[in-house]
């Protein structure tokens, strides 16, 4: 059973850019959140998505942006990326009916130059 | 709103020691907890949880956690550290009301042979 997967993997963009990262949740799972891990700290919570709509959101300004499709698998969006964007982005899958059974990706390390 | 508390961003310990990793959280409803390994260029992964059942939680790979509310500690433990087990470790509260997760800044575990 495939757990979940997230692409690319790694990737490079400069300033200004706009950057999509893919991910598709582990078989089952209906619900998808979105997690910024900064170098040397926590992961941040982003926004989520449950039933094609964002869900709740977290302390992120509206350059972040995501989708989630009929499959459940969701996309993030950041237009206008700035250097401080830098960063492990992890996505989470879970059941909405359970609460606690998160599981999550390996990440896609974005850099900004 | 609940968060947890991790000190000792970095821990180092001998091969076949103990290791002891401190969590305190702040939460006005009984809050469900995890701990989280992160190795390096990895995803995170469960270790264990407490959803307000036993107080004491035996997890994956020997290591437990024991909720004491009266001391509102969720601390990690594990008898006899492994040179498997140099990782980052992080505790996290599910916010109560919703099913997103807040982490601690995370204690890099180093283990030396």
């Known amino acids: 059973d495939a757990g979940v997967t997230q692409s690319p993997t790694h990737l490079i963009k400069t300033r200004g850019q706009q950057v999509t990262l893919r991910c598709s949740p582990k078989?089952?799972?209906?619900?998808v959140s979105w997690y910024q891990q900064a170098l040397g700290q926590g992961p941040q919570f982003i926004f989520q998505y449950y039933e094609e709509e964002e869900r709740q959101r977290g302390n992120f300004p509206d350059r972040f942006s995501g989708h989630q499709f009929p499959n459940y698998s969701s996309e993030l969006n950041v237009n206008a990326l700035l250097l401080g964007d830098s960063a492990l982005y992890l996505c989470?899958?879970?059941?909405?009916?359970?609460?606690?059974?998160?599981?999550f990706g390996s990440g896609t390390r974005l850099t900004v130059v | 709103a609940q968060s947890v508390t991790q000190l000792d961003s970095h821990v180092s310990v001998s091969e076949g020691t103990p290791v002891l990793l401190r969590c305190n959280y702040s939460s006005s409803y009984s809050p469900s907890l995890f701990w989280y390994v992160q190795h390096p260029n990895k995803g995170l992964q469960l270790l264990l949880k407490y959803t307000s059942a036993a107080t004491l939680v035996k997890g994956i790979n020997g290591f437990e956690a024991e909720f004491k509310k009266s001391e509102t500690s969720f601390h990690l433990t594990k008898p006899s550290a492994h040179m498997s087990d140099a990782a980052e470790y992080f505790c996290?509260?599910?916010?109560?009301?919703?099913?997103?997760?807040?982490f601690g800044k995370g204690n890099q575990v180093v283990v030396i042979p």
């Open positions: 989470a899958s879970s059941e909405d009916r359970d609460g606690y059974g998160y599981t």
């Open positions: 078989s089952g799972h209906d619900t």
């Open positions: 996290v509260v599910r916010v109560y009301g919703n099913n997103r997760l807040a």
